[in-house]
């Protein structure tokens, strides 16, 4: 059984920065894609950013040129670094990883809460 450790989620104040990162149990490489979602309360679960199965990035439009996604694959770990934080930020962040099988992982999930 896959799993996956978040990290790094807290409270900071708008215009802030964290980092995240998220630890496999297993080596990264063997994933079709991974990234990172977010669910804020009363809301559904969105992609925030993720790799591609060809290994090239995307990010939801809200967080382009503030949030940056890298993976280490030595480490097994993919962060996200996440710049100039709003209000809107404020969730729960997820990390999670797909199989070329299509079995999809989720890990528990980190609290991100931004301030005023």
């Known amino acids: 059984q896959e799993q996956l450790a978040e990290s790094g989620g807290g409270l900071v104040q708008a215009g802030g920065s964290l980092r995240l990162s998220c630890t496999a149990s297993?080596?990264?490489?063997?994933?079709?894609?991974m990234g990172w979602y977010r669910q804020a309360t009363g809301k559904q679960r969105e992609l925030v950013a993720g790799?591609?199965?060809?290994?090239?990035?995307n990010y939801a439009d809200s967080v382009k040129g503030r949030f940056t996604i890298s993976r280490d694959n030595a480490e097994n770990t993919v962060s996200l670094q996440m710049n100039s934080l709003k209000l809107e930020d404020t969730a729960a962040y997820y990390c999670?990883?797909?199989?070329?099988?299509?079995?999809?992982?989720w890990g528990k999930g980190t609290l991100v809460t931004v301030s005023s």
């Open positions: 999670n990883a797909l199989s070329w099988s299509g079995m999809a992982y």
């Open positions: 297993q080596k990264i490489l063997r994933f079709k894609t």
């Open positions: 790799f591609t199965s060809t290994g090239n990035t």
